[in-house]
Every structure is written in structure tokens, then in C-alpha cells.
């Protein structure tokens, strides 16, 4: 069975500092792994993705997320943060053992204050 | 391109009552999703259709859960009779399908159902 680790409820950083959300997954083959955000009142926007090659991939908004395949994770980064960029994220992952389901963690709330 | 589209925004009733949410897809993508979100977890897959077939309904209570997608684009879910812990959004998201497990789901707004 998949599963997808988001270890910190919470994150709060200063606005300017880097910002960082961790996610750890589990898939039995090779994952397909996002990462999305939703805002207050409003649906999952789709913040980027890692299918395969290089493990850095950058997405919307400055947002960047490194694949390590030894440690099973995808953190999300962003070097330098905004108090728009408070948020709830949520990380998710794809594998072809699981038929290609979507499965979410349980989410982070990002607060960044000015 | 315009997004997902879901109505409504907020519903309230009372347990034991029925009620439906709507969805309109982004125009093309055949395959469509509903998932429940409980207030401090993850969206929840309930059912999957590709096109107007379901492709996965193995976590959707089916004994007051419903859901259908008529000639492959709007789609409703309803829940009858509701209970309690139905209590949650829930959201409608599409994308484009078929064999492309790598494209991005676009979600809709969400419909945040509260049972009193």
C-alpha cells in the first residue's frame, strides 16, 4: 500500500527566510509525486510534479521540490518566503502497484509573517 | 481555460436529510473525481469516473453515497440519508486521463456541507 508522511502540522517561518515543507512517501514501484496548495475557502491548486529525471523540479509561485530517492522524500523549498504564501499543502503520490490512485498527506499549514 | 465548477458553495441540513452536489469538469478532461475532505486531513478519494464509467468507487459508502456521470461530463453526488460525520468539503476535480497518470488534477472550489 502507498502512503505519503507530512511530519509537521504546522510551519512557521518570517517573511524573506526559506521556506521548507517536508513529505516522505511509501510506494512499492517507481512514484509519481505533487505537491499542491489551498488557499482559504478554495480548492487544491497544483503546485508541481516529479515524474522522472532530473530530481529538482520547480514549479509555480518559486516553488521548487528535490526528489531523493534514498530517503524517500520530496520536500517543498522555497528560497525566499511571502505572507501570500500562507497556506495549507498538501504533498501526494502516484504508483503503478496502487492502479495510479492519488494519495494525499494529511497536509501543512504554512503561516509566514511579515 | 475555465476551471472546475461546483455548486453549491455551502450547504447545511439536518442528519437523516438527502442532499446533491453538482459538477462541471474542465471541458475535455474525461476523467473526474470526488474526494472528501474532513476539516485536518488529506482529501479522500470516494470515486473516480473515466469518461461516464466508474474506474473506482472502493472507498465510497454505497449504502447513502451515490454518485453518476451522465454522457461523460456534468456530474452528482448525493448523499441519502446524511449522518453526522458526512460533515466535511468536498471537491470535484478532473483531469485529463486516459494513460497520462503524470497530469496534474484541477480542482474545483468545493462544496462545505455541515449535518446539524
Known amino acids: 500500500a502507498q502512503s505519503v508522511a507530512q511530519p509537521e502540522d504546522q510551519v512557521n517561518v518570517a517573511e524573506g527566510n526559506p521556506l521548507t515543507v517536508k513529505c516522505t512517501y511509501s510506494?512499492?514501484?517507481?512514484?509519481?509525486l505533487f505537491w499542491y496548495v489551498q488557499y482559504p475557502n478554495r480548492g487544491l491548486q497544483f503546485l508541481l510534479k516529479y515524474i522522472t529525471g532530473d530530481n529538482l523540479v520547480k514549479g509555480s509561485y518559486g516553488f521548487e521540490a528535490e526528489f531523493n530517492k534514498s530517503q524517500t522524500s520530496f520536500h517543498l523549498k522555497k528560497p525566499s518566503a511571502l505572507v501570500s504564501d500562507s497556506a495549507l499543502y498538501f504533498c501526494?503520490?502516484?504508483?503503478?502497484?496502487?492502479?495510479?490512485?492519488?494519495?494525499f498527506g494529511a497536509g501543512t499549514t504554512v503561516t509566514v509573517r511579515a | 481555460e475555465a476551471g472546475v465548477a461546483q455548486s453549491p458553495r455551502y450547504k447545511i441540513i439536518e442528519k437523516r436529510q438527502s442532499v446533491a452536489f453538482w459538477c462541471n469538469p474542465i471541458?475535455?478532461?474525461?476523467?473526474l473525481y470526488w474526494y472528501q475532505q474532513i476539516l485536518g486531513q488529506g482529501p479522500k478519494l470516494l470515486i473516480q469516473?473515466?469518461?461516464?464509467?466508474?474506474?473506482?468507487d472502493s472507498q465510497l459508502p454505497k449504502d447513502r453515497f451515490s454518485a453518476e456521470r451522465l454522457k461523460g461530463v456534468d456530474s452528482t453526488l448525493k448523499i441519502q440519508p446524511a449522518k453526522l460525520e458526512d460533515s466535511a468539503v468536498y471537491l470535484c476535480?478532473?483531469?485529463?486521463?486516459?494513460?497520462?497518470?503524470?497530469?496534474?488534477?484541477?480542482f474545483g472550489n468545493g462544496t462545505r456541507l455541515t449535518v446539524t
Open positions: 471541458s475535455g478532461h474525461a476523467t
Open positions: 510506494v512499492s514501484g517507481n512514484p509519481y
Open positions: 469516473f473515466q469518461n461516464n464509467g466508474v474506474v473506482d
Open positions: 501526494a503520490v502516484r504508483d503503478m502497484a496502487n492502479d495510479y490512485k492519488l494519495s
Open positions: 476535480a478532473s483531469s485529463q486521463g486516459g494513460e497520462t497518470y503524470n497530469s496534474p488534477l484541477h
